[in-house]
């Protein structure tokens, strides 16, 4: 029982830091879009402190310029990481906004 107690605990840090990053970007100027958040992207270090990698970077300051369909990495058309993407972001020229941020890590918390 205590092992589950543990690991529940060590899980709620996990997600609590995969959070306060992600805050952290949206409160960035300007502010930015992980817009590629999966498992796979988040790395967990000696201590259990949560990294987020290959993050697209859209800036709000470039999103009435360029499309955010033309800054979307290869990485993230995968079709493994479709299951993490809002349903709007898989039309022709998707939207990215810290809303399907918010929708990949619930995805991510299943």
């Known amino acids: 029982m205590t092992k589950m107690i ?7 840090w996990i997600v609590k830091d995969v959070a306060t990053s992600l805050l952290y970007l949206y409160q960035s100027n300007p502010s930015i879009v992980d817009a590629n958040l999966k498992p796979s992207n988040v790395l ?4 259990f402190e949560s990294c987020l990698i290959d993050y697209t970077l859209i800036s709000s300051r470039l999103l009435p310029l360029v499309s955010p369909h033309d800054l979307v990495a290869p990485s993230s058309t995968a ?7 809002t ?8 939207s990215r906004t810290p809303l399907s941020d918010v929708y990949s890590f619930n995805v991510l918390l299943l």
Not at 6 to 12: E, G, I, K, N, P
Not at 44 to 47: K, P
Not at 79 to 85: D, G, V
């Open 87 to 94: 349903p709007e972001s898989r039309l022709p020229k998707p």
């Open 6 to 12: 543990a690991a529940l605990s060590l899980t709620r």
């Open 44 to 47: 967990l270090g000696l201590d």
């Open 79 to 85: 079709s493994s990481s479709l299951f993490y993407h």
